[in-house]
């Protein structure tokens, strides 16, 4: 190319009108509202719009940019724009409606493909050309809010080939609302899973966040992320490398996959089950299991569909030695399409390699297992026989460099900002349950930082608040995703805010439920009430406004009861009341003249309530007449209460436990849920009365206690006088800080997978606190909220170390004794905390049951002056009473 031709060709490109993505064939514009039409040429140029017989032109200024103000249109379409300067571009098939901005992460994002088996009706009945979506593609960006989208985009009409593409809570919003207004539909999908609210923060909204701020600035360093991106692509390559050439399964012939491979000395395992849980243990890598089924001669020969459940984390399926499916991460239904060629008559083997990085491997529960020729169906749960193919360390999580503050929004949402919008629906907050209180924060700055960044004022905010999830418990201490649903409520403080409650909508074993439509009809409801009119509208269920104690029993009121209150069964339950010391139980509740009663003989006089507080509250059934469930809520803030030094009793008290022994559930947790007392049980993960006996502490765990971090295989310095029985596999003077870190970190894990908390205590191990002169519990201190030390001392609360806490060490003392020590720490205002073993034998250091049961009895007696919980509830309170000082 000659040098003329090369700025002949150049001077071309320059002059190119050209379009923001979004505004392509098919695109939805926003009704009833003056539009900014704008794009990018050449500086200098003239620009020509025409559109429904009106004609628009302007110059580009001199970045090349240019707008029209396009005055208000009634809903309908489709029409054309024409552009026109050194080029022209016709954009076709506009319609004018609503436009939604559907954001958030996974449960917005999941598509209808998704839910494909759920809802085949609806997807065949789907064909609806003003219904329409575009998919935003996922990208970060840290140095500066873009003003378009790089990838293309674009505009899909709901029918039954295109729907599979569409988030599903939005569509089935998208549809409610059509099929009121017949108004067309534009759905901007921009959510992406596992995103935090932080994602979506502009960069002016960060910096009311310190921590996240400096996260986002951290990252506008390319270099940094390539670093990372390259380490961690990496590790995983290296890992999976390692795994391929160890694991028999795929290195010996016959393969393992093989249907002549003979597995006759093989062990067996249920099917669904995690492999932790029975013969196999705790371990990663790659475990086979295999199964023989018969095939009648109806199904032979047959396209089938093999359904299996959900896998952690990775699975390769193979039919009579044909692989059939393989997904490499544990979220999506493995639902496989079978070809007709697979199946034979009579004994068919299904093989399943399953590879696990870490954590619990193995196959969910309350999934559908079965193999399907149309009506014809096999059952494939039960016995299954199963060999570890390879034992591989865990493999590390990457880094996932767009879940951090700031890129979403640049990237994703920044660009949307130019657009006139109905309004923004929003389902997400699954990835912050780690730190209710840190969203509590962030998630009504977002939807005041969207508000500002779009200047249309206090659009529609319509939001999800998370749904039931995880196993089921009799009873919750506490619980993060009821805290952060307790957020998500309170963000209806801000004005023409709607929330979708869900708290009947999800399941206990998957984060990302199928029933899709409730949930998009519910916004839908919300929408018609916040954004169009519809005043007399009941869009929510009940919504807690107060409470009253009267002759001994709790006044509960709500609002938009509707035409009036009713429970889902036969009793009204989800309820629990406590008195002064915060001790919940299950109250005995009736509705009476639209105002729910509580009661409970043991507590005379009620002050607390709290509905629906636990992760997967399935008892909870309170509805206005309508169908709506009621939102989870309390009506006190631990927080507030912490603020005053131990709770506003003349002291505390903390019963601890050591080295989870069989005493403990036998003779210790009995007598404390009796009379509803809470104790922290410190844990080391490897003693053989945990790992005999784990569903008995998950249990005790559900029951309120805490499950402390005492390491997983009780280090001690085996180089002090007395300390000849220390294992030397064990001994703390060989191992480095290091080492005895991550053992602490590893217990942390092993202990959240069980109780599913992310706040814990530690205790020393025989009160060591340093390896030589290293001390490893500054690195810690992220890792765990306090510490109990060995050392005996009763403190007030103003000169305790959190991470040093004294307590009183158990050997037999009298009852008489013990509780002389209580009264020590009432003349004192101090805490004092009881260091058990043995509890009527179990260990050499022991307390008669008839001792211990009489201290218990005395604070339960006592609980008026006295504050007995466990030692995460007492540190937060000695944290919040420090900082206030």
């Given at each position: ?10 001077s071309?490109?320059l002059?190119?009108?050209?379009l923001?993505?979004?505004l ?5 514009l ?6 900014r039409?704008?794009?990018w040429?050449?500086?200098g ?11 628009f032109?302007t110059v580009t ?10 005055p208000?249109?009634k809903a309908g ?6 552009f026109?300067g050194k ?13 939604w ?8 994002e999941i598509s ?5 088996e759920k ?6 009945a789907s ?10 593609v ?7 809010p873009?003003?378009d989208?790089k990838a ?7 029918n ?7 988030s599903?809570v939005?569509?089935?919003?998208a549809?409610e609302?059509?099929d009121t207004?017949?108004v ?8 992406l899973g596992g ?5 979506f ?6 910096k009311?966040?310190p921590?996240?701020?400096q ?9 940094l ?5 390259t380490?961690?692509?990496k590790r995983a ?9 160890n694991?028999?399964?795929?290195n010996?012939?016959p393969?393992w996959s093989?249907?002549?491979?003979n597995?006759?000395d093989?062990?067996q395992?249920?099917?669904?089950g995690f492999?932790?849980?029975?013969s ?7 475990v086979?299991f ?11 020969g ?6 299996m ?6 699975d390769?399926?193979y039919?009579n030695?044909?692989q059939?499916g393989?997904i490499s991460y544990?979220?999506p239904p493995?639902r ?6 697979i199946?034979?008559?009579g004994k068919n ?16 529960y309350?999934?559908p297992?079965?193999?399907?020729v149309?009506?014809?169906t096999?059952?494939?749960?039960g ?6 193919g390879?034992?591989?360390p865990?493999?590390?999580s ?11 929004y ?5 660009p949307?900002?130019?657009f006139?919008?109905?309004g923004?629906?929003?389902?997400q907050g699954?990835?912050?349950t ?5 969203y509590?924060?962030q998630?009504?700055a977002?939807?005041?930082?969207w508000?500002?960044?779009w ?9 999800v608040q998370?749904?039931?999830?995880m196993?089921?418990y009799?009873t919750?201490?506490?619980?993060q ?6 957020a ?8 023409n805010?709607?929330?979708a ?10 984060i990302?439920?199928?029933n899709k439509?409730v949930?998009?009809?519910?916004l ?5 009430s916040?954004?169009y009119?519809?005043?007399n509208?009941v869009?929510?269920g ?8 009267r002759n001994g029993a709790l006044?509960?009121n709500f609002?938009?009861?509707?035409e ?6 036969d ?17 005995n ?8 009663v509580?009661s409970?003989p043991?507590?005379?006089?009620p002050?607390y309530?709290?509905y ?18 009621a939102s989870?809520?309390?009506?006190y803030?631990?927080g507030?209460?912490?603020?005053v030094?131990?709770q506003g009793?003349q002291?505390a ?8 022994l069989?005493?403990h559930?036998?003779n210790?947790a ?8 809470k ?12 790992t005999?006996?784990t569903?008995e ?7 309120g206690?805490?499950?402390?971090n005492h390491?997983?295989y ?7 006088p ?6 030397p ?5 060989t ?14 894990a092993?202990l959240g ?13 025989c009160?060591?606190?340093?390896i ?8 810690l ?10 050392y005996?001392?009763?403190e007030p ?6 991470y040093?806490?004294?307590c009183?060490g ?6 008489e ?6 009264e ?22 022991n307390v008669s ?5 009489a201290?218990?009895?005395y604070?339960?007696a006592h ?13 937060k309170?000695i944290?919040?009473?420090?900082e206030?000082?």
């Amino acid at each position: 190319m000659t040098i003329l031709a090369f700025i002949v060709c150049s001077s071309n490109l320059l002059a190119q009108i050209r379009l923001p993505k979004l505004l392509s064939d098919g695109v939805v514009l926003q009704r009833d509202t003056e539009l900014r039409i704008f794009g990018w040429a050449s500086a200098g140029e003239t620009v020509r719009l025409k559109f429904n017989k009106q004609n628009f032109e302007t110059v580009t200024n001199a970045s090349g940019e240019w707008e029209f103000l396009l005055p208000p249109q009634k809903a309908g379409g489709p029409y054309q724009m024409t552009f026109r300067g050194k080029n022209s571009i016709e954009v076709n098939n506009i319609l004018f409606g609503d436009v939604w901005i559907c954001s958030g992460q996974s449960n917005m994002e999941i598509s209808m493909e998704r839910v494909k088996e759920k809802y085949p009706k609806e997807i065949a009945a789907s064909k609806n050309p003003f219904i329409r979506q575009i998919e935003v593609v996922d990208a970060y960006d840290f140095h500066q809010p873009q003003t378009d989208f790089k990838a293309p985009m674009q505009w899909l009409e709901a029918n039954p080939e295109t729907i599979y593409k569409f988030s599903a809570v939005a569509y089935f919003f998208a549809k409610e609302l059509y099929d009121t207004y017949q108004v067309p539909i534009g759905l901007v999908n921009a959510a992406l899973g596992g995103a935090r609210v932080s994602c979506f923060l502009s960069e002016e909204a960060l910096k009311e966040f310190p921590e996240d701020y400096q996260v986002a600035q951290e990252f506008k360093n390319d270099s940094l992320i390539e670093a990372i991106t390259t380490a961690d692509n990496k590790r995983a390559e290296d890992w999976h490398k390692e795994l391929n050439s160890n694991d028999l399964g795929v290195n010996q012939l016959p393969q393992w996959s093989d249907p002549q491979y003979n597995d006759f000395d093989w062990n067996q395992m249920m099917v669904p089950g995690f492999w932790a849980d029975q013969s196999l243990g705790f371990v990663n890598g790659a475990v086979w299991f295999r199964k023989t089924i018969d095939v009648p001669k109806s199904m032979a020969g047959k396209p089938a569909k093999l359904m299996m459940g959900r896998v952690v984390d990775q699975d390769f399926i193979y039919i009579n030695g044909q692989q059939v499916g393989s997904i490499s991460y544990q979220y999506p239904p493995r639902r496989y399409e079978v070809a007709p060629d697979i199946l034979k008559e009579g004994k068919n083997v299904i093989t399943v390699r399953v590879v696990n990085q870490s954590g619990r491997g193995g196959f969910f529960y309350d999934k559908p297992y079965c193999l399907a020729v149309g009506n014809d169906t096999i059952d494939l749960k039960g016995i299954w026989k199963y060999r570890l193919g390879t034992n591989m360390p865990s493999l590390a999580s990457p880094t996932f460099i767009r879940w951090k503050p700031l890129g979403l929004y640049n990237k994703m949402i920044a660009p949307l900002t130019q657009f006139k919008i109905k309004g923004v629906l929003f389902y997400q907050g699954e990835s912050n349950t780690y730190d209710p209180q840190l969203y509590a924060k962030q998630f009504p700055a977002l939807i005041s930082d969207w508000r500002a960044q779009w200047g249309q004022g206090d659009f529609p905010f319509l939001y999800v608040q998370l749904p039931n999830y995880m196993q089921q418990y009799n009873t919750e201490k506490e619980s993060q995703w009821a805290q952060l649903r307790e957020a998500q409520w309170k963000a209806l403080l801000l004005p023409n805010t709607g929330m979708a409650v869900a708290i009947d909508a999800g399941e206990w074993n998957d984060i990302h439920p199928l029933n899709k439509k409730v949930i998009g009809k519910r916004l839908a409801l919300q929408a018609r009430s916040l954004a169009y009119g519809e005043q007399n509208l009941v869009a929510s269920g009940p919504l807690f406004t107060s409470a009253m104690e009267r002759n001994g029993a709790l006044y509960v009121n709500f609002k938009n009861e509707g035409e009036g209150m009713v429970c889902h069964g036969d009793a009204l339950k989800g309820f629990e009341i406590a008195g002064a010391n915060l001790h919940f139980v299950k109250a005995n509740a009736s509705i009476e003249n639209n105002t729910v009663v509580l009661s409970h003989p043991n507590i005379a006089d009620p002050q607390y309530v709290r509905y629906a507080w636990a992760n997967n509250p399935v008892e909870a059934n309170l509805y206005n007449k309508g169908g709506l469930p009621a939102s989870p809520f309390r009506n006190y803030d631990p927080g507030t209460l912490h603020k005053v030094a131990w709770q506003g009793k003349q002291c505390a008290v903390v019963l601890t436990y050591d080295d989870a022994l069989d005493v403990h559930l036998d003779n210790v947790a009995p007598l404390l849920d009796e009379l509803g007392m809470k104790a922290t049980f410190y844990i080391s993960a490897a003693a053989s009365g945990f790992t005999s006996r784990t569903k008995e502490w998950q249990t005790l765990a559900s029951n309120g206690h805490e499950l402390g971090n005492h390491t997983l295989y009780h280090p001690c310095l085996g180089n002090l006088p007395g300390r000849e029985w220390v294992n030397p596999n064990y001994d703390l003077s060989t191992y480095s800080i290091e080492k005895m870190v991550e053992e602490i970190r590893l217990t942390n894990a092993f202990l959240g997978v069980l109780d599913h908390k992310t706040e814990r205590t530690f205790a020393f191990t025989c009160g060591d606190m340093a390896i030589g002169d290293r001390t490893f519990m500054d690195l810690l201190r992220g890792d765990l909220v306090g510490a109990r030390t060995v050392y005996k001392g009763i403190e007030p609360i103003d000169a305790i170390d959190p991470y040093a806490i004294k307590c009183f060490g158990v050997n037999g003392e009298s009852g008489e004794e013990l509780i002389a020590e209580v009264e020590k720490a009432m003349k004192n205002k101090g805490l004092l905390v009881f260091l058990f073993h043995g509890v009527g034998g179990g260990h050499s250091l022991n307390v008669s049951l008839e001792a211990h049961e009489a201290l218990v009895r005395y604070l339960k007696a006592h609980e008026d002056v006295i504050w007995t919980d466990t030692m995460l509830d007492v540190v937060k309170n000695i944290k919040a009473n420090q900082e206030q000082q």
